[in-house]
Structure formats: C-alpha cells, structure tokens
C-alpha cells in the first residue's frame, strides 16, 4: 500500500530554491547529459499533443508550457499539482493565461468539479510517483476522467528497465532513488506499455534516452 509519507517524500524536494535551480541543472543538464533527452526533443513532443484546452499535472516549473505555442493565443489552461511551491512558481510564470488552478493527488480519484480536456501533460512526474507499474497506472485512470472523448493524456517518464542506462545515469537514479526524489527502481518499458493500454487506446511510446515519451487517447 501507498502512503501518505511515500506520496509526500516524492515531491517534497520540489521547494522555492531548488525550483530558482530546475530549469537549468535538471532539464539543461542532467536530462541532456545523463537521461541523453535533450530539451528540444520535449519541446517537440508537446508541440505534437498541446491543445487549445490544457490541463498541466505535476507542472514543475512551467518550463515547457512557456516555451511551447498553444494552437490559439488565448487557451484555456489547467495547472494540478500536489505541490503549492511549483503551483505557485507556474502560475506566476503563466500568469499571462490566467491559468486555473487545482491541488490534488493524482493517484487518488480527483474530486474537483471542472469541465474536460482535450489534452493532459503528465511531464517526468511518473518516476516520482510511489509503488511500480502496474500500480502506477491509477494516475492513467483518475485523469483519464478529465479527458474529453479523443482527448490526448501524453507525457515523459525516466525508466530504469527496458532502457539503455549510462553508468551516470543507473548512478544518478541510485541516489534519487535512495533519497525518495524517485520511486522508479520497478519501473520498465513493458510494465508502462500495458498500463497505458490499459487505461488508454492509441497508445504511443517513443524511448529517447532512459526516458520514455508516450501518449494515449481516451
């Protein structure tokens, strides 16, 4: 069983410091150098899935969404988290879309009563949930609720089976495994097809790197 500690420990390194630090040592460095998945890339990826009508789970610092075009100037965009510091720092960041705002835990049904999606970015948030797949994949279920029909549910994990690894990347998942940042010591490529499929239809999965970019539609 997950618990409330576990849930905790996997966003709590998430504070206003090592926030002013993420966008360059956490997505400049390490996912260029040791997940070998550079910015770009991402960058691409989301510009394939974003819509007009958003919603941002596990937002991080808005670093993506503020570099990526929304298909029209005035979207409707979403933020969830669990997490009040990264809330806060995107939403200042985003502030020019007057985005909505929600807390909640992605691994628990989400009782918040707002229209549907027609896409949910769900960006290096896996490997930081507790337990393995196929357990994981609740978080598949609970947002697909939120999806509109045809709706798209895309994102990035680290994987740590099923991948090629570098000697500083098995390194590098070692300590933030060790230090609870990570809860991905189970997670692999097959158990993160099958909980995708099923939960989602359409289900692509690109590995780039040791992380995966997959998306799925309701």
């Known amino acids: 069983m997950v618990t409330p500690e576990q849930i ?17 040592l956490v997505l400049g460095a390490t996912c260029r150098l040791i997940w070998r998945c550079p910015i770009e890339r991402t960058l691409e990826f989301y510009q394939q899935q974003l819509s007009a009508n958003h919603l941002e789970v596990g937002v991080g610092t ?11 100037p005035t979207p409707r965009l979403a933020l969830l988290d669990l997490n009040t510091h990264c809330l806060a720092h995107t939403a200042k960041r985003l502030t020019h879309y007057s985005p909505e705002i929600y807390q909640a835990n992605i691994l628990a049904p989400i009782q918040i009563n707002m229209p549907g999606f027609d896409s949910i970015g769900l960006n290096y948030v896996l490997h930081c949930l507790p337990g393995a797949f196929p357990e994981k994949g609740i978080a598949f279920a609970n947002l697909k609720a939120l999806l509109n029909p045809g709706g798209v549910l895309f994102g990035s994990t680290v994987l740590h089976g099923g991948v090629s690894r ?3 990347a098995k390194a590098l998942m070692r300590l933030c495994n060790a230090r609870r940042v990570f809860s991905n010591e189970r997670d692999d490529l097959n158990g993160l097809v099958q909980a995708l499929e099923q939960h989602l239809k359409d289900v692509r999965v690109d590995v780039v790197g040791c992380v995966a970019q997959f998306s799925g539609r309701a």
């Not at 905790?8 to 360059?24: I, N, P, V």
């Open 166 to 168: 570098s000697l500083s």
């Open 8 to 24: 905790h420990a996997g966003q709590a390194a998430f504070t206003k410091s090592t926030l002013a630090l993420y966008d360059q």
């Open 62 to 72: 808005g670093f993506f969404l503020d570099r990526s075009r929304f298909p029209k």
